[in-house]
């Protein structure tokens, strides 16, 4: 299904071609007069002055709202202006607050205008994002994630996971392909696999009902598999393998991890499931967005 993404089309602003990034350096909040509201609130927050950062915000923003689904999104973080301050907000609610899902970096990774380069050694983010916050009856029935990667590597590791305790992660999204293979999972030591020779570009957990399904960009990488998962008390981290975090937050139990990413990560989301053809249209958004700053993988 992905093998016809060749055209990026820009949902929002542009009449259905890639805009191109202004000419001029800065731009102060003053001039954003015709932004997005999200847009305009996320930059306000983190400062951004560059304007083809600005731009590129603006248009992700447009392209959420107007295809519907930044009403499905919960926290969305895109990684860009370059410095920890920048990459902790979240689109979606960018407050300097537990409550807006602001990330908390721990440990060590590299922030620049590409992403944020974990060190593979102690590094990963605290989301504060729980999930039975959102997911009534004991069940996840109505989640998703996406993950966009910078880096092509076999890593044995979690990029985005939580877990109450115990030896298995009651979610994990791992794009690896050692063994040929990228793993979701949305229950407790329950997992799905996919046919995947990279772990570059966009990648996408998606559990609707009682399917499962984990998608990457290779067409035939699209798998499904019957899972019956339990929400937990835990909170979403990002980076960290198979163990994530062993605890509810950090303020009263520390994490416990049995790896850490070293991969470059330039764009997560955590929100509500999509449909098929929603996943479709959410991967030309995000590709358009990379490719509007320049730092797209394909």
Known sequence: MFAGFTQRLNFGMGGGTVSIPSAFPTRPIGQLG???????????????????????????SYDLVNTGLMNKMIAIYPFVGGNATTHQYNLKDPRDANAAFRLTFVGGMTHSSSGVQWNGTNGYAWTYLIPNSYYLNGTLTDLS?????????????????YNSGGSQPNFFFNPRYGDGLAYSAFGQSAYSSVTNNTSLGFFFGNKLNSVTSMWSRTPSNV???????????????????????????PANNA?????YSNRLIQFVTIGRSLTDAQISTFEIIINNFQRNLGRNVY
């Open 34 to 60: 015709n932004f997005n509201t999200y847009a305009i609130n996320f930059i306000a927050a983190t400062g951004i002055t560059a304007s083809d950062q600005q731009s590129a915000i603006n248009q992700l």
């Open 223 to 249: 798998l499904t598999r019957i899972i019956n998962a339990s929400v937990t008390n835990a909170n979403f981290v990002l980076s960290g393998s198979n163990g994530i975090a062993l605890g509810i937050n």
């Open 255 to 259: 994490p416990s991890f049995y790896g």
């Open 145 to 161: 994630v996406c993950l966009y990667s910078g880096t092509n590597n076999a890593l044995n590791v979690t990029e985005i996971g």
